[in-house]
């Protein structure tokens, strides 16, 4: 069992590295992920490794393996169903109108773990809205995981990870098989750049986005770690863009300069329009 004192180091690098809150009671967790990582890394149990971890300057490469073994990465294809149904009967079709001079989306997916969330939203578009085939759409899709964006820029997936989520139909379209595992199709591949980012880091310079997806990763923060990174992405959203957070999550009384706004069965968020 970890000991209170290293659990408290782990609890500590944990919040400094990626803003992850572990509550008190997470030891069975810390543990289960942990122990493979100080293995792995030549230990021969979790505690001689967190002995030398305090022997390491900080922050480390350690230090942020071990932020990257604690995230949370489950996802799925077109998670919860409403956001995507929403985007393809109302969300894109107003911005479509809006954007017909430029010809062009920008869209962030801010941790987006394997993949299936990117993917989910370049399926959309290139199944639903033929018109947009000669526009320039750019998905960026970030995480702070460099383990989940191999996976997500390699775009192959497991049985269970294609049958979570994605209708058959939009499978055999979008992807080819191979062996026991699905590939990408190269034409929705291409519309995702994968890029390690983490939000409570510092970033690189961004564009201006129609769309945020933040989905599912908030939760993982406190609320001032919260209002920090809903207060950093609003030079980043164009004034008549949406931002998607996950099912359990708002910015109802976290931030201002933010309105939940109702499509179909999901609420997504606006930029509140402040005085010029
Ligand atoms: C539960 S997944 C959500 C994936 C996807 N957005 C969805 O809703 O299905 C949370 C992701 O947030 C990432 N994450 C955690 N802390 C982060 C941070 N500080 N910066 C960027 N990504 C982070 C994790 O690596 C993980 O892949």
Not at 58 to 72: D, M, R
Not at 86 to 91: E, P
Not at 151 to 165: F, K, L, M, Q, T
Not at 235 to 253: K, M, V
Request: proline share 7%; charged share 25%.
């Amino acid at each position: 069992m970890i000991t209170h004192r290293d659990f408290e180091l782990v609890r500590a690098v944990a919040f400094e590295q990626a803003a992850i809150v572990l509550e008190r009671g997470k030891e069975y967790l810390v543990e289960a992920r942990l122990t493979p990582l100080a293995l792995r890394e030549g230990f021969p149990t979790l505690s001689s490794f967190l002995s030398a971890l305090r022997c390491q300057p900080s922050p480390g490469l350690l230090h942020s393996k071990i932020a990257e073994s604690l995230t949370t990465n489950e996802t799925s294809f077109f998670r919860d169903g409403h956001p995507f149904e929403a985007l393809r009967r109302s969300i894109l079709p107003e911005l479509i109108a809006k954007r017909r001079a430029q010809r062009r989306l920008t869209i962030w997916s801010g941790a987006c773990s394997t993949g299936q969330e990117p993917f989910s939203i370049a399926i959309t578009i290139r199944e639903y809205f033929p018109e947009l085939a000669d526009w320039r759409i750019d998905i960026l899709a970030t995480d702070y995981s460099p383990s989940v964006l191999r996976h997500a820029e390699d775009g192959r997936y497991n049985r269970i990870e294609v049958s979570r989520g994605l209708p058959p139909g939009l499978r055999e379209k979008y992807f080819v098989e191979q062996g026991d595992e699905w590939q990408i199709a190269p034409e929705i591949r291409s519309m995702v750049e994968f890029k390690q980012l983490n939000l409570i880091g510092s970033w690189p310079a961004l564009p201006s986005f129609d769309l945020i997806f933040l989905r599912n990763v908030m939760i993982y923060f406190d609320v001032k770690t919260k209002r920090s990174i809903l207060d950093r992405i609003r030079p980043f959203l164009r004034r008549d863009g949406y931002l998607f957070l996950g099912s359990s999550e708002t910015t109802l009384n976290i931030a201002p300069h933010w309105s939940a706004v109702t499509h179909d069965a999901t609420v997504v968020y606006k930029l509140i329009p402040t005085p010029e």
